[in-house]
């Protein structure tokens, strides 16, 4: 606990950018059953282990780590899709735990998730258009058909994806426009803060290159704030303004990207950057 806050401490007395704080994670445990047992205490894996950090707003914040080490745990636990054990969870200074239903509804619109294999977050039934209404349908449900369809048309453009494609079925798309599919409907109702977790791991390289820079281009444009969830250093060096190092839960490293891969303290961030094969060209 007294390492992870002393990175993070250290790395917040550093900052020159002043942005306004909107994500405040603290003291984050989740622990996993993984043994239930009649006669003695059942066997819990700690997934994330005392887990300080912020995310100020405009920035995007690479989270990274082996296989295993807590982070689409993290990403699922913010948006209250696992339970946690303790700590707090705070968007704009205010704990999630104390939301109204109505606050946290609001809460789910201002803050999507974009998932790591676009087959399996698509709906095989659903065309695509109405896969990207689906969050109108939620958030916006006394919005006009016609109005839908312009506004699911209009989003489609913003992620390069043609109309024609409005009455397809995602089996008809190549696996990055079906990534632009879940982009698009994660950014339809104007969220403040997108959690990409390992949106570009199933994808090929040239394709990866490409959602990268979509991504870029959608936080520049929409103003958006990101955390974006990888095993690969080399796609958070690309796209990250600030980067956490995760390991078995527990936060390792935190700083800014160009401090973290060209002067890392830990040797597990050693390990890792020396690791790294050629960037992708972005």
């Known amino acids: 606990m007294i390492i ?30 993984i043994e239930k047992n009649f006669f003695k205490e059942n066997t ?5 282990n005392n887990l ?15 296989s295993g080490c807590g982070k689409s745990t993290l990403c699922r636990t913010i ?17 999630i735990d104390n939301y109204t239903n109505k606050e946290l509804k609001e809460f789910r619109r201002k803050v999507q998730i974009i998932f790591q294999n676009p087959y399996e977050s698509l709906n095989p039934r659903m065309t695509i258009g109405n896969i990207i209404s689906e969050p109108l349908n939620i958030f916006q449900n006394n919005l006009a058909r016609k109005d839908k369809i312009f506004k699911v048309i209009e989003t489609m453009q913003k992620v390069n994806l ?5 009455n397809r079925f995602p089996h008809e798309l190549s696996g990055g426009q079906c990534q632009r599919v879940g982009i698009a409907r994660a950014i339809i109702n104007n969220p403040k803060m997108l ?8 994808l ?9 820079n979509l991504l870029n281009d959608l936080k520049d444009n929409l103003n958006l704030t990101m955390i974006f969830v990888s095993h690969d250093l ?22 800014l990207v160009n401090s973290i891969f060209n002067s890392p303290q830990n040797i597990y961030t050693k390990e890792l950057i020396s690791s790294v094969p050629s960037p992708i060209p972005v």
Request: glycine share 6%; net charge negative; aromatic share 10%.
């Open 4 to 33: 992870q806050n002393t990175f993070f401490l250290a790395f917040l007395n550093g900052l020159n950018d002043m942005n306004e704080i909107i994500l405040n994670v603290k003291n984050l445990e989740c622990d996993f059953l």
């Open 44 to 48: 819990y894996l700690k997934a994330i």
């Open 52 to 66: 300080s950090f912020e995310v100020r707003s405009g920035i995007t914040l690479g989270i990274v780590g082996e």
């Open 79 to 95: 948006l209250s899709l696992n339970k946690k054990k303790s700590g707090t969870i705070s968007w704009f200074n205010k704990d």
């Open 162 to 166: 043609s109309e024609i494609l409005f």
């Open 195 to 202: 959690i990409c977790d390992e949106p570009v791991s199933s």
């Open 204 to 212: 090929d390289l040239s394709v990866q290159s490409q959602i990268l």
């Open 234 to 255: 080399s796609v958070v060096k690309n796209i990250s303004d600030e980067v956490m190092v995760l390991k078995e839960g527990k936060m390792i490293e935190y700083g």
